[in-house]
């Protein structure tokens, strides 16, 4: 009796012991666990960001590792739900995060093998494995999973559960979530997949690189003929609706979502707003640009074609570095249509659209000329087009300046309007002295220009501007006067849809219309007749400027009509000389021109031909048409005849 006193005191000692260590061990394990609970309870996956163009296709998705698009539970289809569970976890609405039904058929199946063969997880237990557990086949993490999941049942509804499932778990091909998956392999919302394509996505988790449809199609179907198969024996689908799930091989496709459909642009995005927006890669925000894809697409395009017909005609010379640049603005709000860094991406990502620092040359002679028409020059002003000889002194002695018509002619006396319409650089270094370096300047500055050189170089362009820099000091003329800032971004939502960021135009009225329209009509006349004939179009209105710099190191044509401005830019990186002779009437106007007659194509709505604005007259002087201003009317020495080239030479 004493014995059996003995041995029941000892077990019962054993026995407190084991419940005081379970005690513990399960306290130790709640420790570790009630984080991981937290962490799925407080949901915050990373999620792709969008880039959509102005018409809200599709530019590029921005992810950190997982590319995720996020779908609210009321906007999963009860199909994929059903589909759901009655391949994993049929009884998901009644267990309470564990179904001790299944885990007790997996055990002994686990005994009978001596090892893990079989793990029973709930949709619970799966997503608590996907989120903070390793799938390591261990008793000690299926011990945490089961705590993790019966806790999780406490705190979260059934739905809420399903919705996280459906975001987090991974469906092959590097899609995250089952709207991601949907979108890349059917190219389909949720709301439109057939059941048979439903099954195949439901199927996939289990082993995405094994049914991934674009590389094991066959066991796909496999895989999604079994889930139809089991929701047909629960009575959840009908004959018919099962039947015709067996039959139909749904389409699928291989892109992949990540492709960039315009990389210069997303980067320039990146640059701008990569320190605005927080975890832009990652934080699920909508970023809707001005950019027409259809714009995008034909500018990249046309600056190819412009840079091979450079090197075919340039056969027997060095083009290594050659590259180019265009931007396409709307000039009415500022907003870029398309912009392209360079000929190639893959091979530079260097972007010159926004980055490149060129010197414009003789495109930047409208503004010279504009300055000049508001102080009062007409159209028919008399320029001196003769030789100059200038001495300035250097650190290493004087030097000599003997700056050349491009003709290496002169013409003695010429018009203001045809010395740019001919780009005279004599005649602009001339009209430059007749106003005054200082008055110059201080009207440029007036008109946005920083950094400018303080000589006559400034006569020709030595300025430095990217060409985006320069397409939206155009805008001055293009847009009658009120320059525009180049604006890239229209708004911005975050992942909930909110408004968050909102572009608001800048505009700077600086000359009035009826002055600018002198311009325009001059700068359509440099198109019609002058240095940017190549850029012509039939039936349309363009107005432009040529720019070349010395020695052929760069090829510019600015070229605007009433909606459209286009400013390409072709050079070298390394700023060595492109072939002789290939101007910027050469090499860039012609792309110009194209660009413009294939948007003309796409849009004849667009406008055609330039409004003449009130205050603006005309009058027939020398046989040729010429408009004034009350500003800018011509006096009677404007009306006389050009004098003789000999009487302005000596």
């Not at 046989?623 to 009306?639: A, C, Q, R, V």
Request: contains cysteine; glycine residues 6%; hydrophobic residues 40%.
């Amino acid at each position: 009796m004493k014995i059996i006193k003995i041995v029941s005191a000892f077990v019962l000692i054993v026995l407190v012991a084991a419940i005081a260590y379970g005690v513990f061990y399960l306290g130790t394990v709640y420790t570790k666990v009630e984080p991981k609970v937290e962490r799925i309870v407080e949901y915050h996956p990373k999620l792709t960001t969008k880039i959509y163009d102005r018409n809200g296709r599709l530019i590029a998705r921005l992810f950190d590792q997982e590319n995720r698009d996020y779908v609210p539970y009321d906007q999963i289809p009860p199909r994929m739900i059903e589909a759901l569970l009655a391949i994993e976890d049929t009884k998901f609405f009644e267990h309470p995060g564990v179904n001790p039904d299944a885990m007790f058929r997996a055990f002994l199946k686990d005994i009978k093998a001596r090892k893990f063969v079989e793990g029973a997880s709930t949709i619970t237990q799966q997503l608590v494995k996907n989120m903070v557990l390793t799938r390591q086949k261990k008793l000690q993490r299926k011990l945490q999973e089961i705590m993790i999941a019966l806790l999780l049942e406490r705190k979260l509804s059934k739905e809420d559960i399903l919705e996280r499932y459906f975001n987090q778990i991974y469906f092959g091909h590097g899609y995250y979530g089952v709207k991601t998956a949907a979108e890349g392999y059917f190219h389909k919302p949720l709301s439109q997949l057939s059941l048979k394509e439903i099954a195949m996505l439901v199927g996939l988790p289990r082993a995405p690189s094994f049914y991934d449809p674009t590389r094991h199609y066959d066991q796909a179907l496999k895989r999604a003929d079994r889930v139809a198969s089991r929701m047909h024996e629960l009575g959840w689908i009908d004959d018919e609706t099962f039947a015709k799930a067996i039959a139909e091989r749904p389409k699928v496709y291989d892109e992949s979502l990540s492709q960039n459909r315009a990389p210069y642009v997303v980067d320039e995005i990146f640059r701008r707003f990569g320190k605005k927006l927080p975890n832009l890669k990652s934080a699920g925000y909508q970023i809707h640009t001005t950019i027409d894809l259809e714009y995008q697409n034909l500018a990249k395009e046309e600056l190819a074609k412009g840079y091979e017909a450079i090197l075919k005609r340039g056969a027997d010379h060095n083009y290594s570095k050659l590259n180019g640049a265009m931007v396409i603005l709307k000039p009415s709000t500022g907003e870029i249509l398309a912009m392209v860094g360079g000929v190639d991406y893959q091979k530079s990502a260097f972007n010159r659209a926004t980055q490149a620092r060129r010197q414009p040359g003789s495109a930047f002679k409208p503004f010279i000329y504009q300055v000049a028409l508001n102080m009062g020059y007409s159209q028919v002003s008399k320029i001196p087009d003769v030789a100059r000889t200038y001495e300035f002194e250097e650190q290493n002695g004087t030097k000599i300046w003997q700056p050349k018509n491009y003709e290496k002619n002169f013409e003695g006396e010429i018009t203001l309007k045809e010395a740019l319409v001919h780009s005279r650089n004599l005649a602009t270094i001339n009209l430059v002295e007749e106003i005054g370096l200082g008055t110059l300047y201080k009207k440029l500055q007036e008109f946005g220009f920083v950094n400018l050189p303080r000589d006559l170089s400034l006569a020709l362009g030595s300025i430095t501007l990217s060409p985006l820099d320069l397409a939206g000091y155009y805008t001055l003329f293009s847009n009658y006067g009120t320059r525009m800032e180049p604006q890239l971004v229209a708004k911005v939502l975050d992942s909930n849809g909110s408004l968050i960021y909102q572009a608001e135009p800048k505009q700077y009225p600086l000359v009035e219309p009826k002055q600018s329209f002198l311009m325009i009509d001059i700068l359509r006349e440099v198109v019609r007749r002058g240095t940017g004939r190549a850029a012509r179009v039939a039936g349309v209105e363009v107005a432009g400027k040529t720019g070349t710099t010395n020695r052929y190191v760069d090829a510019w044509f600015c070229g605007f009509t009433p909606d459209i401005e286009v400013v390409t830019w072709f050079g070298q990186d390394d700023n060595t000389p492109l072939k002789r002779k290939e101007s910027g009437g050469r090499a860039s106007a012609p792309v110009v021109g194209a660009v413009i007659k294939r948007i003309y194509a796409l849009h004849p709505e667009l406008r055609r031909r330039f409004e003449v604005p009130e205050g603006v007259q005309k009058m027939m002087v020398g046989g040729e048409w010429i408009y004034f201003t009350d500003i800018s009317k011509p006096s009677p020495k404007d009306l006389q005849p050009k004098k003789v080239k000999e009487e302005l030479l000596f």
